[in-house]
């Protein structure tokens, strides 16, 4: 694994207010004599899902057993996902199905922080979608204005869209010019597919950005800071208690370092150990699966 010290945690099971209560408290005591006293105690975790707790359809092992341990140890734990397509309910089904129980207000997937963006900065705002059905369709529920028209947009929303094409680039040229909010739901260029990599998000708001030349103005999902602000608010916690864990060096990861929270890699998704050492991004913690995060507590 690694010889860094190991993950503080106050040890007390996480109760109705995530723990909260418990802020302050170390249980180590005031005198203790190592270097080690001043390292935070870790009260929340951020999970990615495809690639971290699940890949495919089969869930990964210990996935289910490392956030009942976590929770144990008084760790509040919030899912954190780049897909744009599927909703938080979408998720407590599937985590239910591999045996986690979760409540939808600790599943963050990049459409709910695209949607909460829109409603904390442009709620009214006649929107112009490139994306999923599904995302319109939350995006709707939630009160924000889909348009048809992209001329009378005057927000720009690119996301995966397996339908994306020349017209959608025509539609793009429509619907952008200097005053439009050019938003993406989340940076992923490519997505593990079974035989391979498919377009991801990041490959649409590209092709856009590159037919309209010029760059969206915000992209969110991971590792943005409305991501990881979002994901932080949710937990409870500051940065610095706030542990990390993702298989993708760009997205979890780099949301973890930038935001000074504690970082760990898992090698069942995208990255591999040659990754880590070709990236910037620096992990507190390598380890081979989620399995092994209960390892890393003290
Ligand atoms: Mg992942």
Known sequence: MCDRPKIQTNGRPVTRDGGRSAIGFDPRGPDRPDTREARAVIRGAVLD???????????????AETVATLRERGVSVLFCSNNPTKTPAEYVDRLA????????????????????????HHPEAPTYLVGAPSLASYLADAGQPIVEDPRAASVFVASWDDQFGYDTMADALAAIDDDTVF????????????DGLAPGSGAVINAVAGTVG?????VLGKPSAEAAEEALDRLGVPAGECLVVG????????????????TALVLTGVADRDDVADSDVDPDYVV??????PQLLE
């Open 49 to 63: 899902l495809d690639g971290t707790v699940y890949r495919g359809d089969a869930a990964l092992p210990g996935a």
């Open 97 to 120: 199905g591999i045996g986690i129980e979760v409540d939808e207000s600790m599943v963050l997937p990049a459409s709910t922080v695209t949607r909460d963006y829109l409603r904390d």
């Open 183 to 194: 938003l993406g739901t989340d940076p992923d260029r490519t997505i593990p597919a079974e």
């Open 214 to 218: 010029r760059e969206p103005d915000r």
């Open 247 to 262: 298989d993708r060096l760009d997205t979890d990861l780099a949301m973890g370092a930038a935001h000074g929270m504690t």
């Open 288 to 293: 081979d699966s989620i399995a092994e995060i």
